[in-house]
T-cell receptor
Framework: GDSVTQMEGPVTLSEEAFLTINCTYTATGYPSLFWYVQYPGEGLQLLLKATKADDKGSNKGFEATYRKETTSFHLEKGSVQVSDSAVYFCAPGGSARQLTFGSGTQLTVLP | GAGVSQSPSNKVTEKGKDVELRCDPISGHTALYWYRQRLGQGLEFLIYFQGNSAPDKSGLPSDRFSAERTGESVSTLTIQRTQQEDSAVYLC?????????????FGPGTRLTVL
């Protein structure tokens, strides 16, 4: 079945620091790749996605590139803000349609 | 427009009781998913409905779990004879279709606590 390995947390950064959260996956077929975010006290929401190789998803200053050759979808942001503090989930969506979620990475950004 | 809604938002029950959780998907979305999120963990897939096709029940952890969906609208997840290990947040999601590129939109979840 599908699986995902996500960078262990928690991650603590200072405001304006560079962020990378690593994600590698195995999936059947040709998956779409998603990053979801869960802000404190809120529901899960889509952050960005990419549906084919070499596509770059981007939103709110976050980016991730679909790397088929390395089966990776690392999340990056050049300058994090306190408001980015949340739990981030990498999730491939393969031929089985349901998403396979990583364990999540807790990010805390300090002012 | 309205998002995915779930009810109740919280449910506390005693071990051995049955519970029913409800999900209202986004109007027009043909695909509906149920997931479970245990404390501090990622989401586990439970069941998937797509239109009038037979549901994919491959993620249901035991025969105490069942789900129904009426057409392309409301879904209910039923847990019979609840156990303490069933305590979790149960999340429902819907998507426009069942294509792998479709974004799944999540509801706020139902937090189930089994005493």
């Amino acid at each position: 079945g599908d699986s995902v390995t996500q960078m262990e947390g928690p991650v603590t950064l200072s405001e304006e620091a560079f962020l990378t959260i690593n994600c590698t996956y195995t999936a059947t077929g040709y998956p779409s790749l998603f990053w979801y975010v869960q802000y404190p006290g809120e529901g899960l929401q889509l952050l960005l996605k990419a549906t084919k190789a070499d596509d770059k998803g981007s939103n709110k200053g976050f980016e991730a590139t679909y790397r088929k050759e390395t089966t990776s979808f690392h999340l990056e942001k050049g300058s994090v803000q306190v408001s980015d503090s949340a739990v981030y989930f990498c999730a491939p969506g393969g031929s089985a349609r349901q998403l396979t979620f990583g364990s999540g990475t807790q990010l805390t950004v300090l002012p | 427009g309205a998002g995915v809604s779930q009810s109740p938002s919280n449910k506390v029950t005693e071990k051995g009781k049955d519970v029913e959780l409800r999900c209202d998907p986004i109007s027009g979305h043909t695909a509906l998913y149920w997931y479970r999120q245990r404390l501090g963990q990622g989401l586990e897939f439970l069941i998937y409905f797509q239109g009038n096709s037979a549901p994919d029940k491959s993620g249901l952890p035991s025969d105490r779990f069942s789900a129904e969906r009426t057409g392309e609208s409301v879904s209910t997840l039923t847990i019979q004879r609840t156990q303490q290990e069933d305590s979790a947040v149960y999340l429902c999601a819907s998507s426009l279709g069942g294509d792998r590129t479709d974004t799944q939109y999540f509801g706020p979840g139902t937090r189930l606590t089994v005493l």
